[in-house]
């Protein structure tokens, strides 16, 4: 029995919102309250999206490991894509 299509497009939205989520938390914790920079925001933000990928892959209700590569890609491109937008804002 497989998943119905409007179940697969809240996985999927949830696993975007999860990927722009942990980008903001990554860049507002760790940059902003801690002082880091640089590696660290990068794997708090990567740390933060692997979670997101579980959860868009439990919120999905399969059974099966199959979905979490499409999962894990809206996620990570998600937080990857945002990352980029607000590196791009700064002078740097």
């Not at 660290?40 to 933000?45: A, D, K, R, S």
């Not at 740390?47 to 979490?68: E, I, Q, Y």
């Amino acid at each position: 029995m497989g998943l119905s299509v409007k179940r697969q497009s809240i996985a999927a939205l949830l696993a975007i919102c999860c990927g722009l989520l942990s980008t903001m938390i990554a860049v507002e914790v760790i940059g902003g309250y801690l002082s880091m920079e640089g590696m660290p925001i990068v794997y708090g933000l990567l740390g933060l999206s692997a979670v997101g990928t579980l959860v868009s892959n439990r919120c999905s209700r399969t059974s099966s490991w199959k979905s979490v590569p499409l999962y894990g890609a809206l996620t990570f491109g998600s937080s990857i894509l945002l990352f980029l937008y607000l590196f791009s804002l700064t002078a740097a």
